[in-house]
Each structure stands twice: as structure tokens, then as C-alpha cells.
């Protein structure tokens, strides 16, 4: 005997995977809108009162220095004007190629939001920061996203990760990898070499500075051969890092290395 509802008879049985994602949803509602009360979302720059966490203010906003299409095939650096030439690249990049493929980025590297932004990020011990950056990145890179198999963050020296006991690549990697369902590989490459900060350095000696820096471990070469990596980074400035570390990923066994950064430097000329 059973005692099923009448008014039931014949209906379809019920989607609990269904009633458990609503249930989750709203849980997720209440709990945002008791953290709005509890910490009212701010400007992720001035800390100025905005409508939701994550976000610039309207004045931060318009100075941020977006790069936008059209722009370089291989650098990403934008163009003053669209020529309506498909993958046209710019006279650095054909006079001074990179050893990556392409690269991406979400905005320019200036003294604006951006710049403190990075720096809150990198030195202020501002991780929070790391889901709202990685979010654009993700967005700025989704043609390079589609075609990687592998996700690999710039990594940090020993000795200086545990100085600065985190790896801001490396987060922002991980959230662009839930963002866009890739695989991120924080070992894949390695940093062998404790080399001395870029700032300050010319464009040659940063090339000298990180010559022989990174290196393919034996188990990292097994992830990357044959695969396409995405390098993920906070900044490109001169691209020397970048390229020593691209270098490496290609002798181990990649078959191509793209770039993918929050900032980038964007030369006057």
C-alpha cells in the first residue's frame, strides 16, 4: 500500500539537484546582502561607497586606461586608429618579436587606479583583490583562454615567496582557471634563479637580470608537452621576465606560450 498524494499521481519526480541549486542561490543572496550591511561595498581603489563589491567608482572607472581593439596581434598594445587590417602587428613587435606568442592585458600600467591597485595587490597583502583583477583578466583574455590548455603563473624564487608568503600571479591564476574551467599548474615551472628587482633596471640589463631564471622541472615537462600554455602575471613592463619565462616553457616541451596580464606598459611612441 502506498500513500502517495493524489494530486501527485503522474507527476514527474522532483529535481533535487534543481531545489538544492535554488536553495543555494538565496543562501548566497541572503548572505551578500548581510555583508553589505556588515561591510558596505567600496571602491576597490579610493574606498569610496559603490553599489556592489568588486568595483570601481564612476571617477576611478574613467581613469582606468583599458585596452581595447584594435591593438597589436603579438604585443596587445593598442593603436591610436583602426586601420581595418585584421592581425596587424606593430613595428616593435616585427622589429623586436617576443618569445611568446601573444599577449593580452586588461589596462595600462600608469599612475592611476591601476598602479595602486597592483601594488595593493603585490605588496599590501590585499588578496581580496585578486577575484575582481582576475575576473577582467579572464574577460580581456577569453581568445587566448579558448585555444590554452594550461594555465601556468609566473612563479617566485623560494626565498622571496616565503618573504612575501603568497604569489600574486599564482592567485590570480586560480581564479581566472574557475572562471574559465582551465587547468592552472603552479608547478609546471620553476624559478631557479634569485634575481634582483626589475625597477630601475634598463631594458637590457632586465633581460640580463632574469637570463637563466626559470627552468622546466621533469614533472612540469610532462604537463606542458605538447600543450598550449597560458603564462598568467600581474604586469608586463619590458616583457624580459616574460619572455625568460616563455623561453623556458618552450624547451620544455610547449608547443606555444601566450600571455596573459592585469597591466601592462604602454610606450609614447
Keep these: 500500500m502506498t500513500f502517495d498524494d493524489p494530486a501527485r499521481a503522474g507527476a514527474p519526480p522532483t529535481d533535487w539537484a534543481a531545489v538544492w541549486r535554488t536553495a543555494l542561490r538565496h543562501g548566497r543572496t541572503i548572505a551578500n546582502a548581510a555583508l553589505d550591511v556588515v561591510f558596505p561595498p567600496s571602491c576597490l581603489a579610493c574606498r569610496k561607497a559603490v553599489a556592489a563589491h568588486g568595483a570601481l567608482c564612476p571617477a576611478c572607472w574613467r581613469q582606468v586606461g583599458f585596452i581595447e581593439k584594435p591593438y597589436c596581434e603579438r604585443l596587445g598594445t593598442p593603436f591610436a586608429y583602426d586601420l581595418g587590417v585584421p592581425g596587424l602587428q606593430s613595428p616593435e613587435a616585427m622589429a623586436n618579436p617576443p618569445v611568446y606568442q601573444r599577449a593580452r592585458a586588461v589596462a595600462r600600467f600608469d599612475d592611476g587606479p591601476v598602479r595602486a591597485l597592483i601594488h595593493r595587490l603585490k605588496y599590501g597583502d590585499r588578496m581580496e583583490l585578486a577575484k575582481p583583477l582576475g575576473l577582467w583578466m579572464a574577460r580581456a583574455g577569453a581568445e587566448l583562454l579558448a585555444e590554452a590548455d594550461l594555465l601556468v603563473p609566473v612563479p617566485l624564487h623560494r626565498r622571496r615567496l616565503i618573504w612575501r608568503q603568497f604569489n600574486q600571479a599564482h592567485a590570480l591564476a586560480e581564479v ?92 609614447a611612441s
Design 176 to 267: 581566472i582557471g574557475r572562471a574559465s574551467g582551465k587547468r592552472v599548474d603552479p608547478f609546471a615551472l620553476a624559478r631557479v634563479k634569485r634575481t634582483a628587482p626589475q625597477v630601475g633596471l634598463t631594458r637590457s640589463q632586465r633581460a640580463d637580470n632574469v637570463q637563466g631564471a626559470f627552468k622546466v622541472p621533469e614533472a612540469g615537462s610532462l604537463a606542458i608537452t605538447g600543450r598550449n600554455v597560458l603564462l598568467i602575471d600581474d604586469v608586463l613592463t619590458s616583457g624580459a621576465t616574460l619572455n625568460a619565462a616563455a623561453r623556458a616553457l618552450l624547451r620544455g616541451g610547449a608547443t606555444r606560450v601566450d600571455v596573459l596580464v592585469f597591466a601592462r606598459v604602454v610606450s
